[in-house]
């Protein structure tokens, strides 16, 4: 059974395309520590654990 595209993105893609912007639009500078899971996933509005794997799994999302 075939499913429409809904245009839906996962969650982690879209925490992880937000990194990508901070360090793109030199928020993030090359030897930066990046914020803490608690910061970041506070600033994005996610959990944690959707942070965790934005993190974990860069190549599956870029």
């Known amino acids: 059974m075939d499913f429409p595209a809904t245009g839906w993105t996962p969650l982690p893609q879209v925490v992880a395309r ?3 912007a ?5 928020e993030l500078q090359p030897g930066d ?5 608690r910061v970041l996933s506070e600033r994005f509005n996610v959990s944690r654990a959707s942070l965790r794997e934005a993190l974990l799994t860069p190549r599956r999302w870029g």
Do not use: N
């Open 22 to 26: 901070m360090i793109l639009d030199g």
């Open 33 to 37: 520590q990046i914020p803490s899971q």
């Open 18 to 20: 937000r990194i990508q």
